[in-house]
């Protein structure tokens, strides 16, 4: 179907809609986290999964996503994923218990996985123009910085105002507007259809192994590293990991065709973004729980605060990324933009018990800004070497990666932290000075995994040319155009 140039950008501001809706639930839920806790009984230990359980199945399940939008249209995968996550949005409001918030939360995760995993493909095929696409990216990473500062700031003015479970249904009028929008200005596309073949070996693979992966970090904080149950499960993932990879070489119709590992930026971004998505997202759990449990900042005033990051982030990707790239190509990009992200991370290790704002938050915010170079950029490089049959599968991996990198960081950051505050306060510390040596190692990790993300964009990305892929793409079949 051919479409004209406002009907391409319609649907672009309709795929943003589900984007803020995704993002906007994540940030909500961070500030409101102590209120849930005190009202349905959550223990320490179970508190994590109010976002873990939300993390584990949308990272799981991403690349199944991707594929099924391939197979049977990404506009259905698309309405099926936002008409899930609406109908979790009303199930997480009126839980009662634990149990019932953490499985609304799972279906929550479900359909952000379904929807999530095609957005990134029909972008590509609706925006075939390199300084469209790459405009176009921008602008979808701008609504999910809008979502995360409109967040926190609604955040703390539902929970104070009216009740945490309306940080749930505010999903519900956003999904039910996405899904009639999406019926009348997606493109219908009937995917190629279930005959060229499902993997379900594959699929349930890397389902598996993937969210025993994520599983066996989360619960790492409560069992400890080097405990037999956690190397045991993390054994059993990485098999079954390794299974999946071995499948997918000798699969007629595999879930994820090694071929897309044989391009550089696809496999560079994946990695830079799953390193460097570790160390943003910890961050803003970190910082929004250092100024509450040691500043003794509320809920709004900690949304506020973390304001400035929010809007840097999304003002940079919509203003100023797409510009940068046209100019000097997204790589040194990327690279100008995590070396902000390390410098950021270095400042909040030297954090203090009575931290002011000014003198050592907000710089640190205006920083992490830098996130909105690295975002888009990303996002044009880890699909610039996709074919537009794999745009859905592409879009699935990349998501995957973010999901994945999202989860571990929360993990593996909220662990270190606790761990050097058990440390220091076994040693005499008080409870303030022990919260804030844990959180000044976990930023002093982040930075780490940041410089990590560094070095893999100078050693194994590559700035794409204008019509280059890996791989041609068979006769009839366009490919994407890479951008710079």
Do not use: C
């Amino acid at each position: 179907m051919s479409y004209v140039r406002n009907s391409r950008w319609t649907a672009l501001g309709v795929l943003s809609a589900a984007g803020l809706m995704t993002i906007l639930d994540g940030s909500i839920v961070t500030v409101a986290m102590p209120a849930i806790q005190k009202d349905l009984g959550f223990s320490g230990a179970e508190l994590s999964w109010i976002v873990n359980a939300y993390l584990i199945p949308f990272g799981g399940l991403l690349l199944l996503a991707g594929r099924l939008g391939d197979l049977i249209g990404r506009r259905t995968m698309f309405l099926a994923g936002n008409t899930v996550f609406a109908a979790a949005s009303v199930l997480a409001g009126a839980a009662t218990d634990p149990g019932l918030l953490i499985a609304a939360r799972f279906l929550q995760g479900v359909g952000s996985a379904l929807a999530s995993a095609v957005v990134l493909g029909i972008l590509v095929t609706l925006f075939t123009d390199a300084g469209e696409r790459g405009k176009a990216i921008a602008i979808f990473s701008f609504t999910g910085a809008a979502g995360a500062s409109i967040g926190q700031v609604l955040g703390g003015v539902l929970t104070d105002a009216l009740s945490w479970p309306w940080i749930f249904y505010i999903n519900v009028p956003i999904g039910v507007v996405t899904i009639v929008l999406a019926l009348v200005v997606l493109p219908a596309d009937r995917g190629i259809g279930l005959s060229a073949g499902a993997d379900i070996a594959g699929a349930v693979l890397v389902t598996t192994g993937l969210m025993l992966g994520i599983y066996t970090v989360v619960k790492a904080e409560e069992y400890g590293w080097l405990a037999a149950h956690t190397l045991g499960l993390g054994a059993v993932s990485l098999a079954l990991l390794a299974g999946f990879v071995a499948r997918q070489a000798t699969a007629k119709a595999p879930l994820m065709p090694l071929r897309i590992l044989r391009s550089r930026n696809v496999v560079g971004a994946n990695l830079a973004q799953m390193l460097a998505l570790s160390g943003m997202f910890a961050f803003q759990v970190l910082v929004a729980l250092y100024m509450q449990r040691v500043l003794g900042y509320g809920a709004l005033d900690t949304g506020l605060a973390m304001l400035p990051a929010a809007v840097g982030i999304g003002s940079i990707s919509l203003l100023v990324s797409a510009r940068l790239s046209a100019r000097f190509g997204a790589r040194t990009v990327l690279i100008a933009g995590l070396a902000l992200l390390i410098a950021a991370m270095l400042l909040l290790t030297q954090i203090t018990v009575n931290a002011g704002y000014v003198t050592h938050l907000l710089p640190a915010m205006l920083l992490i800004s830098g996130g909105g170079l690295v975002l888009p950029t990303l996002a044009t490089l880890g699909m610039s070497g996709a074919r537009e049959s794999d745009a859905g599968l592409a879009s699935g991996l990349f998501n995957t990666t973010q999901q994945v990198g999202m989860a571990i960081g929360v993990a593996v950051l909220s662990t270190m932290a606790a761990s050097r505050t058990g440390e220091l306060l076994a040693a005499g510390a008080g409870q303030a000075a022990a919260l804030t040596g844990g959180y000044r190692l976990a930023f002093g990790i982040s930075a780490g995994l940041l410089l990590t993300a560094f070095a893999v964009a100078l050693t194994i990305l590559r700035r794409p040319a204008p019509s280059e892929s890996d791989e041609p793409a068979p006769s009839g079949e366009p490919q994407p155009s890479a951008t710079s």
